[in-house]
């Protein structure tokens, strides 16, 4: 699951970096409508990252109820 969180942030990552690059050599009566993709886009992936981060926790919260945390653990 976290590799899966992880390979969500690249992707997204090389998407911002697409939309910068077309807002860099946009003309500029077409940046206004760029600028509003590009946060529409990052509205859209911190959407995207929370709901990740919430199977996260849950399935974190799952396992410690299952299981105790091995750091916790005494060793005897």
């Not at 997204?12 to 946009?26: G, I």
Request: with cysteine.
């Amino acid at each position: 699951m976290h590799e899966d969180f992880l390979k969500l942030l690249k992707n997204q990552d090389a998407e911002l970096a697409t939309q910068a690059e077309k807002m860099k050599s946009a003309p500029d009566d077409q940046k206004n409508q760029l600028i509003e993709a590009t946060l529409l886009l990052m509205i859209q992936q911190q959407t995207a990252q929370h709901s990740e981060m919430e199977k996260i926790v849950v399935q974190m919260k799952n396992y410690m109820g299952k299981n105790k945390c091995p750091m916790m653990q005494r060793e005897e």
